[in-house]
């Protein structure tokens, strides 16, 4: 497998809200490790968007090349510089639906466009269905640091440092993501509030009811 660069790492997991000067463009990257239940070698990879094909759906056309034996249960773990658009989410969902031997379980570093309602209700489709979706933290970024980066050449920052510093940002990000949660319940719940029909009400309630 050929491994990430450390500054490839240090600069696409980087999780702060804005990116510092020099400015650079901070990719979609997913890194999958795929670990089957008989305790075989796990497979690693990673893959970035290319021409029109996010790097879910690169990542969902990798595994079905694999020819996995369907009759052996596969743990899948997903690393993600982004959380995945709606349009990958939904290809996630149905394809792990369809493929119930395969436990998929997704570690985004950032929410892509957490602001937007059709990006919350994404992230809400992933954490409903098979797919949960979670932020990255310490053991997340660590677990993405060890197995997939080269170590061979010395990095130009502190590796402790950096875990340190991605992990406190991690905290925030995982706030926004309860709070999104949270407040697409209460919306969830309002609207079923607004659906119920109160049936007529007799006269005798009515004047009981009176003041």
Same mark, same amino acid.
């Given at each position: 497998?050929?491994?990430?660069?450390?500054?490839?790492?240090?600069?696409?997991?980087?999780?702060?809200?804005?990116?510092?000067?020099?400015?650079?463009?901070?990719?979609?990257?997913?890194?999958?490790?795929?670990?089957?239940?008989?305790?075989?070698?796990?497979?690693?990879?990673?893959?970035?968007?290319?021409?029109?094909?996010?790097?879910?759906?690169?990542?969902?056309?990798?595994?079905?090349?694999?020819?996995?034996?369907?009759?052996?249960?596969?743990? %899948?773990?997903?690393?993600?510089?982004? $959380?995945?658009? /709606? &349009?990958?989410?939904? @290809?996630?969902? #149905?394809?792990?639906?369809?493929?119930?031997?395969?436990?998929?379980?997704?570690?985004?570093?950032?929410?892509?466009?957490?602001?937007?309602?059709?990006?919350?209700?994404?992230?809400?489709?992933?954490?409903?269905?098979?797919?949960?979706?979670?932020?990255?933290?310490?053991?997340?970024?660590?677990?993405?640091?060890?197995?997939? %980066?080269?170590?061979?050449?010395?990095? $130009?920052?502190? /590796? &402790?440092?950096?875990? @340190?510093?991605? #992990?406190?940002?991690?905290?925030?990000?995982?706030?926004?993501?309860?709070?999104?949660?949270?407040?697409?319940?209460?919306?969830?719940?309002?609207?079923?509030?607004?659906?119920?029909?109160?049936?007529?009400?007799?006269?005798?309630?009515?004047?009981?009811?009176?003041?």
């Amino acid at each position: 497998m050929a491994l990430l660069t450390a500054e490839t790492f240090s600069l696409q997991f980087n999780n702060k809200r804005r990116v510092n000067k020099p400015y650079y463009p901070r990719m979609a990257l997913l890194c999958y490790q795929l670990t089957p239940q008989n305790g075989s070698t796990p497979t690693r990879g990673h893959l970035e968007n290319k021409e029109k094909d996010h790097a879910e759906i690169r990542f969902i056309n990798k595994i079905k090349s694999m020819g996995l034996d369907e009759t052996q249960c596969y743990q %899948v773990t997903c690393y993600l510089t982004w $959380s995945p658009c /709606p &349009s990958c989410a939904r @290809e996630l969902v #149905d394809f792990i639906k369809a493929h119930d031997h395969l436990n998929l379980r997704i570690f985004a570093s950032r929410l892509y466009y957490h602001w937007r309602s059709r990006y919350q209700e994404a992230l809400l489709l992933l954490c409903g269905s098979q797919v949960p979706v979670e932020v990255m933290g310490l053991p997340e970024f660590t677990d993405c640091w060890e197995n997939f %980066v080269d170590h061979e050449e010395p990095p $130009s920052f502190n /590796p &402790s440092e950096k875990l @340190e510093e991605l #992990d406190k940002n991690s905290r925030a990000i995982k706030r926004r993501f309860e709070r999104i949660k949270q407040s697409r319940s209460v919306d969830v719940l309002e609207n079923g509030l607004r659906s119920l029909q109160l049936g007529p009400v007799t006269p005798s309630s009515s004047t009981h009811n009176s003041r």
